[in-house]
């Protein structure tokens, strides 16, 4: 069956360093990819998404690739904010399954000043 | 546009008993999904609802269940709740078949307690 894996937590970075978070994926059909983020009491929030093989999605300084050939799909940001500090979570939408959504487990992200 | 709403935010219940969660979809979409998120896990998938019919379901007992009305608001019901039920539950709305159905965006959760 379909299933996501992303890297365990957590993470403690200091401001401006290098973020990377990775996540790789199973699927039966042709996924769409996602990740959502989680901040402290609140509900989870769409940061980037991509649709198809070698899409790059992006947002606030946040990128992922969608690879194929690598099953992956690992966030990274260049400078981190102490504002960033959050759970990261991986997802899939697969088209063959009804487009029920798989999530991984999480990655808590701590930026220190 | 208002964005997806839960009711209520937070719930404690004792074993046995049943409780009933409500979803305001964000408005525009007509497809709603529900998740159990237990504490340090990701959301796992309860069932989805289009159009006021189950639209699929997750490895979850009968005994948990639900309804879609026609405005697509929705509610979770969860009878003979066991301790293990304690966990966020999220809301999800998309629009379904019509244009990007595949993006969910998530309600603030409640947050049931059972003792």
């Known amino acids: 069956g379909d299933s996501v894996t992303q890297m365990e937590g957590p993470v403690t970075l200091s401001e401006e360093a290098f973020l990377t978070i990775n996540c790789t994926y199973t699927a039966t059909g042709y996924p769409s990819l996602f990740w959502y983020v989680q901040y402290p009491g609140e509900g989870l929030q769409l940061l980037l998404k991509a649709t198809k093989a070698d899409d790059k999605g992006s947002n606030k300084g946040f990128e992922a690739t969608y690879r194929k050939e690598t099953t992956s799909f690992h966030l990274e940001k260049g400078s981190v904010q102490v504002s960033d500090s959050a759970v990261y979570f991986c997802a899939l939408s697969d088209r063959g399954t009804g487009n029920q959504f798989y999530f991984g487990t999480g990655t808590s992200l701590t930026v220190i000043p | 546009e208002t964005g997806v709403t839960q009711s209520p935010t937070h719930l404690i219940k004792t074993r046995g008993q049943q409780v009933t969660l409500r979803c305001s979809s964000q408005?525009?979409?007509?497809?709603v999904s529900w998740y159990q998120q237990a504490l340090g896990q990701g959301p796992q998938f309860i069932f989805q609802?289009?159009?006021?019919?189950?639209?699929g379901r997750g490895n979850f007992p009968p005994r948990f269940s639900g309804l879609q009305f026609p405005n697509y608001s929705s509610e979770l019901n969860v009878n003979a709740l066991e301790l293990d039920d304690s966990a966020l539950y999220l809301c999800a709305s998309s629009l379904g078949l019509a244009g990007d159905r595949e993006t969910q965006y998530f309600g603030p959760g409640t947050r049931l307690l059972v003792l």
């Open positions: 408005s525009g979409h007509n497809t």
């Open positions: 609802y289009y159009r006021e019919e189950e639209n």
